[in-house]
Nanobody, 126 residues
């Protein structure tokens, strides 16, 4: 199984930046496409960004495109989410996610996710 642990959340001012990290355990980590999702109070968990198992393809929600960057370092078993130009509406709990299967497509909906991290809070003040 794949275990995921997020870090890097916290408080930022509007226009600021944060970098989230997700460290994975499991022998097949490098074979899983990865993603980031977020959930605000009273809202459904929504897709933020995803990256293929090889790192060759990335995908972003329209709301974060141009501001957030997803990347991965398979040698370090880590996926990152660089968040720039933060907005108050980015406030949410952010979850790292791995696709259900090795070599699976980049997860862009919760139904495609097989493994979740515990979440890390991101709060952006106006």
């Amino acid at each position: 199984q794949v275990q995921l642990v997020e870090s890097g959340g916290g408080l930022a001012q509007a226009g600021g930046s944060l970098r989230l990290s997700c460290v994975a355990s499991g022998r097949t980590f490098s074979l899983h496409a990865m993603g980031w999702f977020r959930q605000a109070p009273g809202k459904e968990r929504e897709f933020v960004a995803a990256i293929s198992w090889s790192g060759g393809s990335t995908y972003y929600a329209d709301s974060v495109k141009g501001r957030f960057t997803i990347s991965r370092d398979n040698a370090k078993n880590t996926v990152y989410l660089q968040m720039n130009s933060l907005k108050p509406e980015d406030t949410a709990v952010y979850y790292c996610a791995a696709h259900k299967f090795p070599y699976g497509s980049s997860p862009r909906s919760p139904g495609e996710v097989g493994y979740w991290g515990q979440g890390t809070q991101v709060t952006v003040s106006s």
